[in-house]
């Protein structure tokens, strides 16, 4: 009995100790929804492991035999609006069972945040049901804080995100878009220092979420709603050229430039969304051609420059600002119709084959702010 009981004891030990996988995120990184990638992070290097199916018992199996710590793994899952059970695991690691919906044929509900600095409650975002989330820049307050002066490669800051909301992102497909915070690898200082304050192709990012296409910029097509979401890489406009710079190159003739119009042209869907992190109305004041322009070929922009939440009308169309953070600095555009000094998010909800979109500012709490219907065009 006394062999038993330390038998016993040493089994509930090695239970005890085995590491959970804790930090589990879901995106898509190409345009066939058909597709969903499931990343995590290990403690140890070793392989990827996933297991799925459309019940608790699995069933389906991913492995790639790589050492890695940090895994993407992107399995099939053909039907539409439908639950995927999943577990994940790397060498002696493993993770609960989670579960997640594919994309919806019906009805979507997509939110978008911005101004993620702080890990605020976003049990509303559950609460709302959503699909899919997506940001508006700023996913993180600024890489030199937790990485060091001058590191490029360091994740730890999207690693401390993900961690803050397990449920969330073990169950809803996450497509961030990038802001500056995103790319801050030394403190910005008075005035341009010598050397890049910004680590403008975005390596952190890159290396820790799969998006589509170039990451640092991409689209996101969901045909049975008519949609395309876009995510520009577009910040800080006044630095351009500076040691401050932050962005890509983004006026007529640079590749982003010509991509996003080349998404903008027809045949194109009847609702676009263009997601960037530069304040509206710096977007309105471009060169010729303005970005106006080409912006206001979709339904709607967001972008998540500001500290507060507003929709523009800008000649019918709308531009709005959300941030997780809606109580700081203020840059009231001279064309807004709704401004309040409130933290808040975006929800977008479309029914198929619908003539509008329905567009909602809410506070943390769920309560809406300020609704539009935004006709296709």
Request: aromatic letters at 10%; glycine letters at 8%.
């Amino acid at each position: 009995m006394r062999f038993y009981g330390i038998l016993m004891g040493l089994v509930c030990c090695a239970l005890s100790v085995r590491a959970q996988i804790d930090c589990i995120w879901l995106s898509h990184k190409s345009n066939d929804l058909g597709k969903v990638v499931i990343s995590w992070e290990s403690g140890k290097p070793g392989n990827s492991v996933v297991e799925f199916g459309a019940t608790k018992e699995l069933g389906q199996k991913v492995t790639i035999d790589e050492s890695v710590l940090l895994h993407h793994v992107e399995i099939l899952v053909p039907a539409r609006g439908t639950a995927y059970f999943y577990k994940v695991s790397s060498g002696s690691e493993s993770s609960a069972v989670h579960s997640f919906r594919t994309l919806p044929v019906e009805k979507l509900r997509v939110a978008l945040v911005a101004n993620w600095q702080e890990h605020k409650n976003l049990d509303c975002l559950l609460k709302d049901d959503i699909h899919l989330l997506l940001t508006g820049g700023d996913n993180i307050d600024c890489l030199h804080k937790k990485c060091g002066a001058g590191v490029k490669d360091c994740i730890k800051p999207y690693s401390d995100l993900i961690r803050a909301y397990p449920k969330l992102f073990s169950s809803v497909l996450f497509l961030p878009a990038l802001g500056n915070h995103d790319k801050e690898i030394t403190p910005r200082g008075p005035k341009p220092p010598a050397e890049p304050v910004y680590d403008i192709d975005a390596t952190a990012y890159r290396t820790f979420f799969e998006l589509p296409g170039d990451e640092w910029k991409w689209n996101l097509d969901i045909p049975e709603f008519d949609l395309r979401l876009i995510a520009l890489d577009i910040q800080h406009t006044s630095d351009m050229g500076t040691t401050w710079q932050t962005c890509h190159p983004y006026k007529k003739g640079t590749p982003q430039y010509e991509w996003y119009a080349k998404l903008l042209e027809n045949p194109k869907p009847r609702f676009v969304v263009t997601i960037q992190n530069e304040k509206s109305g710096s977007i309105r004041s471009q060169d010729t051609p303005p970005l106006h322009t080409l912006f206001s070929k979709g339904t709607i922009a967001i972008t998540g420059f500001g500290y507060f939440a507003e929709r523009a009308d800008v000649d019918g169309f709308s531009y709005y600002n959300t941030s997780l953070g809606g109580k700081g600095a203020k840059y009231k555009d001279p064309k807004a119709a709704f401004f309040e000094s409130e933290d808040s998010y975006i929800l977008m909800s479309l029914e198929a084959k619908a003539a509008t979109m329905r567009v909602e500012i809410k506070d943390l709490s769920g309560k809406v702010l300020h609704a539009m219907d935004e006709p296709h065009k």
